[in-house]
């Protein structure tokens, strides 16, 4: 069956370091692949996008994505977090044969160390 | 542009009632897709609309119903409540499908508790 994993339930980084979040997708066929963010007390937010094209994609707030099709993930970055990136980050994938169904992670919870 | 509204914001119940939640698109919008979000289960897909026609479906119990209205404007039901229905229920719209579509707006979620 189809899934989306986000390994990490929690991840804390220091303000200033830089930030990986992991999302590996089972699915046969490519899929549309997103990431949103939800600040505590907020609805989600869409951070960025690939439906295809170049795998490295920007989004807003300085984050950005690297598709890998060999392994199957979509995992997002930013080279210096800020207090403000403090938030939950989603990973969803969008099944191009099953009329683009969003699959959604469980998330990962991001923690800023000042 | 207004964002998407959802209505009520909190409810509370009790079990076996059944509740009814709205959700208004952003104008122009044709896709709403529902959500439950819980800590344990995380963010789960219920259904999806577009055009007035539920095009995705998740895989929760029948008690969990949805329609949409020819203004775009959707409802939720759940009936015969029971505790683990207790829940933020977030709302989305998006121009297209959500899954191809370039952006998906969320509502602010309406927050179910069922006593």
């Known amino acids: 069956a189809q899934s989306v994993t986000q390994p990490d339930i929690h991840i804390t980084v220091s303000e200033g370091a830089s930030l990986e979040l992991r999302c590996n997708y089972s699915y046969g066929a490519t899929p549309y692949l997103f990431w949103y963010v939800q600040s505590p007390g907020q609805g989600l937010q869409l951070l960025l996008k690939?439906?295809?094209?170049d795998t490295l994609v920007q989004g807003i707030k300085g984050f950005e994505a690297e598709f890998k099709r060999s392994q199957s993930s979509f995992n997002l970055r930013k080279p210096s977090v800020h207090w403000s990136d403090a938030a939950e980050y989603f990973c969803?994938?969008?099944?191009?044969?099953?009329?683009?169904?969003?699959?959604w992670g469980a998330g990962t919870k991001l923690i800023i160390k000042p | 542009k207004a964002g998407v509204t959802q209505t009520p914001r909190y409810l509370i119940k009790t079990r076996g009632q059944q509740v009814t939640l709205s959700c208004s698109p952003i104008?122009?919008?044709?896709?709403v897709s529902w959500y439950q979000q819980t800590p344990g289960q995380g963010l789960q897909f219920l259904f999806e609309?577009?055009?007035?026609?539920?095009?995705n479906k998740g895989n929760f119990p029948g008690r969990f119903s949805g329609r949409q209205f020819s203004n775009s404007r959707s409802e939720m039901n759940v009936s015969t409540l029971e505790l683990g229905d207790s829940a933020l229920y977030l709302c989305?719209?998006?121009?297209?499908?959500?899954?191809?579509?370039?952006?998906?707006?969320f509502g602010p979620g309406t927050r179910l508790t069922v006593l």
């Open positions: 989305a719209s998006s121009w297209g499908l959500a899954g191809i579509t370039d952006t998906q707006y």
């Open positions: 609309y577009f055009s007035e026609t539920q095009r």
């Open positions: 969803a994938v969008g099944l191009v044969d099953s009329n683009y169904q969003l699959i």
């Open positions: 104008s122009g919008h044709r896709s």
């Open positions: 690939y439906f295809s094209g």
